[in-house]
């Protein structure tokens, strides 16, 4: 019985509870003893919601009662570290924070369970949220469940591996500038950061710089997400950047696939990327082209000129570092990678600030002018499949950079705030997952989730999961 629950989605799930097929209380035991059997080789779960089974029952209870329940009645789900769980530890990948309990959920959680969702855990990132692997000295590293040695991301890369694992159907990530989309490609699941402002940040942190943090669902499939992102979205009163009302919609969720189109590129200047990267980029082109989508190769010239890597390196320094000092303040000794890497690096200069606004500011422009044209772009998430842990720099089709090379791709949608959503499709040489990434226009989400749909139900890996 376990195994055939624990790669249901989420969606499925709440069906199988709401017709009786499934009990609440057989879905989160199932994903207990999955998390049992294997969590200790991957170390995506920090803790476990101890009451969870004593919600799944009431969950039962209110079915058996004949009340009525939310679109999640009865389904469990997890939540990064960094947000806000009422009751349930949070600790923020790191010892400064060990014991950190909040009374209140963040929004987004308060949000889901008000659906019927059940927390079933919260899940492994690195210090503070702030790196593209989830390592912290508090819960320490998670690896990737395709293979052990790589990494599963960050920095919400225990939840991806998580999900990727079978330990959970759908879950809560942040994302600054890679953070739930760079982690479901390598773990090979599905995730959105939705345009900014559409899920409030209430009850998450850090929250520097909040004009670039986003909160996203990840799950396994495209639905999912879509029923995630319906149920955080929206204004809450307290957070100042979520302020779009839900009616607001700027996309074709239900247009026929040759009333699309679609731009793509695996380059326009950004940098090199693995050729089986761009083959997957290309084979997903093509698949949209066969199912009538009009699909145009582009290239963006502002890319080429206007870095959003090298622009947001350099202007979230002066947001950043005194943030991070004032969170470690009086435990310098507690200090991981990051916050040291981050304390060291020199000042940027008003002047380069300025400038990188500006690059920022012709970046949107050079995007709103590309959605002119087109409904969505395809394009790489990442420039390489799941790579070894700790690597400090990579060489990618002949080319060395830097690690935070693998920031390139997904950045540039964070400093937009444009929606941009990763999902699988394809495999690498090794056998590990290669994902796409789809952006949109402003709050045109729903335009990414139909052609995203459209690529799922043509997508040669969407049963693929990890043999663990």
């Known amino acids: 019985m376990a195994d055939d629950i624990i790669y249901l989605d989420a969606t499925e799930l709440a069906a199988r509870i709401k017709s009786g097929e499934l009990t609440s209380v057989q879905v989160v035991q199932a994903y207990l003893d999955r998390i049992r059997a294997v969590d200790p080789k991957i170390n995506a779960i920090v803790t476990i919601n101890d009451n969870a089974l004593t919600e799944a029952k009431a969950a039962d209870d209110a079915l058996a009662a004949g009340k009525e329940v939310g679109p999640l009645h009865g389904v469990p789900f997890t939540v990064k570290d960094s947000i806000d769980t009422d009751g349930i530890l949070t600790q923020r990948g790191s010892p400064i924070f060990k014991g950190r309990t909040p009374d209140e959920d963040a929004v987004a959680v308060a949000r889901m369970k008000a659906a019927g969702g059940i927390v079933l855990a919260k899940t492994n990132l690195p210090e503070f949220s702030y790196s593209t692997e989830s390592n912290n000295l508090l819960t320490g590293r998670t690896n990737n469940p395709y293979n052990l040695d790589r990494t599963s991301g960050g920095s919400s890369g225990g939840e991806s591996a998580a999900i990727a694992a079978g330990l959970s159907p759908i879950g809560l990530g942040t994302d600054l500038a890679i953070s739930v989309r760079g982690p479901a490609s390598h773990t090979g699941i599905a995730a959105i950061k939705p345009t900014h402002g559409r899920i409030p940040m209430t009850g998450v942190w850090p929250r520097v710089p909040r004009r670039d943090w986003h909160v996203g669902p990840m799950a396994r499939t495209i639905r999912d997400l879509e029923l995630g992102y319906s149920i955080m979205r929206g204004p809450d009163g307290h957070d100042g950047f979520a302020i779009t009302p839900n009616t607001v919609d ?77 969170a470690t303040k009086g435990h310098e000794d507690l200090r991981f990678t990051m916050s040291k890497t981050m304390l060291a690096t020199p000042d940027t200069s008003v002047e380069d600030y300025v400038a990188a606004e500006q690059g920022f500011e012709r970046i949107r422009d050079a995007y709103a002018e590309v959605f002119t044209k087109y409904d969505a772009v395809l394009l790489p998430v990442l420039p390489i499949p799941a790579h070894e842990h700790d690597k400090t720099e990579f060489v990618i089709d002949g080319q060395t950079v830097d690690a935070t090379h693998i920031q390139t791709f997904t950045v540039q949608f964070n400093i937009t705030g444009m929606p941009a959503l990763s999902m699988r499709f394809g495999t690498s040489s090794d056998g590990l997952p290669i994902g796409v990434q789809i952006a949109g226009p402003w709050h045109a989400e729903s335009t990414v989730f139909n052609v995203a749909s459209l690529l799922e139900s043509v997508s040669p890996v969407r049963d693929a999961h990890p043999n663990i």
Request: no cysteine; net charge negative.
């Open 250 to 326: 700027a996309g074709k969720r239900d247009a026929a696939p040759q009333d699309l189109r679609v731009a793509w590129f695996t380059d326009s200047g950004l940098g090199p990327v693995d050729p089986q990267v761009a083959d997957t980029v290309r084979q997903a082109a093509e698949a949209l082209k066969a199912a009538s989508v009009h699909v145009e190769e582009i290239d963006i010239p502002t890319l080429h000129h206007d870095n959003p890597l090298a622009l947001f390196n350099k202007q979230h320094v002066m947001e950043l570092k005194p943030a991070m000092a004032d």
